[in-house]
């Protein structure tokens, strides 16, 4: 069975760093694509960042230069180094993992879940 733990989330000030990480088990986690996703309060889940079984990666624009995105395949785990945030990052973060591989914007197409983590950032 797959699980997908994450962790790293917390309180951080504008301007700060936070570095997620989503550890798979039951799976060696190179086998899918791994995607970032985040949910605000009142707003629907969307991808933050993803990276595919080839490792090329993806970023929403919102996000992009801002935040990284890494997998250590030695370590079964996903990163997402988190820079220069600000208070609109504020959301609960998920790791997905989807089967076919590539990195998908609609939720449908993960197989795995993780718990979330809470990150806010205050002004």
């Known amino acids: 069975q797959v699980q997908l733990v994450e962790s790293g989330g917390g309180l951080v000030q504008a301007g700060g760093s936070l570095r997620l990480s989503c550890a798979v088990s039951?799976?060696?986690?190179?086998?899918?694509?791994m995607g970032w996703f985040r949910q605000a309060p009142g707003k629907e889940r969307e991808l933050v960042a993803g990276?595919?079984?080839?490792?090329?990666?993806y970023y929403a624009g919102s996000v992009k230069g801002r935040f990284t995105i890494s997998r250590d395949n030695a370590k079964n785990t996903v990163y997402l180094q988190m820079n220069s945030l600000k208070p609109e990052d504020t959301a609960v973060y998920y790791c997905?993992?989807?089967?076919?591989?590539?990195?998908?914007?609609?939720?449908?197409?993960?197989?795995?879940w993780g718990q979330g983590t809470q990150v806010t950032v205050s002004s």
């Open positions: 990276i595919r079984t080839i490792s090329s990666t």
């Open positions: 039951g799976r060696t986690s190179s086998a899918y694509g």
């Open positions: 997905a993992a989807s089967r076919l591989g590539g990195v998908y914007h609609d939720s449908r197409s993960y197989d795995h």
